[in-house]
Each structure stands twice: as C-alpha cells, then as structure tokens.
C-alpha cells in the first residue's frame, strides 16, 4: 500500500500515552496516521507505549454521550480481540 511505514528508525524512542478518551484503545494501538502533507500509515510493535498514564480528571469533562460511545467502544474491541486472527 501506498504511505505505509512498517517498523521505521523514527520510532526508537521511549512513548508515553495519555488517553483523554474512554474506549478508543489507541493507547494499545501498534498503528498510526501521520498527516503532514499526505496521509501516512505507521504500523510497528514500537507504536505501544513504553508507559500509559491515566489522569482520570481529564475524563471528568467528557459528556454523557462521549462516555456511552467509549463504552460501546470499548465492548466493540473487546469482542473484536475475542475473534482476532492475530492472537
């Protein structure tokens, strides 16, 4: 595919993930998008963070409806994960 980095140089270096959002997984994610001035796709295991830091003050300003969504959003990876070839 076109725009695809897979396991670059670029990405050896220690990665510490905030989440501000419930649900979405990104924190876990070993792929990206980098926009600059075309879309890039990053894909590598050096993606997951070395530390993950949850500040649950931060999900204290999220609105009913984003709360509901990463809920869904969660149970949606859950049950992905579950038939996952990738195991």
């Known amino acids: 595919r076109k725009n695809v980095i897979v396991n670059s140089e670029i990405l050896k270096c220690e990665l510490i993930a905030v989440?501000?959002?419930l649900g979405s997984g990104s924190e876990v994610s070993s792929s990206s998008i980098i926009l600059s001035?075309?879309?890039?796709y990053l894909a590598s295991i050096e993606l997951?963070?070395?530390k993950i830091i949850y500040d649950l003050s931060l999900y204290s300003t999220l609105s009913?409806?984003?709360k509901?969504?990463?809920?869904?959003?969660s149970i949606v990876h859950m049950v992905e994960?579950?038939?996952s070839s990738l195991r």
């Open 37 to 40: 001035n075309e879309k890039n």
């Open 19 to 21: 989440p501000s959002v």
């Open 68 to 73: 509901i969504f990463g809920l869904g959003d």
């Open 64 to 66: 009913n409806n984003q």
């Open 48 to 50: 997951i963070p070395n």
């Open 81 to 83: 994960s579950l038939f």
